[in-house]
């Protein structure tokens, strides 16, 4: 049988390579029995409150930045108003491509942000969080 380090974990990017990269590479790690994948922050966001309400919160949370519509400073301030997603402990990582120091410093800054991780995500990465 085989021993995950976490039950449950979400990736949000509205990459199709970068989700099909990242899967792989977290199947690969064993790093979580259930991998769910969100195209949009949106969809996350419907997502963690259904998963609130289920009682099966996400333990991590792999945020890209750069995405139309909604970026992931505004998804950020989007779980501020998801009740119960602070209590769960859903640590979260910003996994981007940006090297803009206005990111580095919005994402210092922002209590919810575990770690930025730079694109793109590998299993040494993995073992170090």
Do not use: C, W
């Not at 021993?3 to 977290?26: M, T």
């Not at 690969?28 to 949009?40: G, H, L, P």
């Amino acid at each position: 049988m085989k021993r995950y380090r976490h039950k449950l974990i979400l990736l949000i990017d509205d990459s199709y390579i970068d989700n099909l990269i990242n899967r792989k590479i977290l199947e690969n790690s064993d790093y979580a029995e259930k991998i769910i994948v969100k195209d949009t922050p949106q969809k996350a966001v419907d997502y963690l409150i259904e998963s609130i309400a289920s009682g099966t919160v996400p333990e991590i949370i792999f945020l890209d930045l750069r995405m139309p519509e909604m970026n992931g400073f505004e998804f950020l301030v989007n779980l501020n108003n998801i009740e119960g997603l602070v209590a769960a402990n859903t640590k979260i990582y910003v996994l981007s491509s940006s090297l803009d120091p206005k990111d580095f410093q919005r994402i210092k800054e922002n209590k919810l942000v575990s770690k930025f991780i730079g694109k793109p995500l590998t299993s040494q990465v993995l073992a170090d969080i």
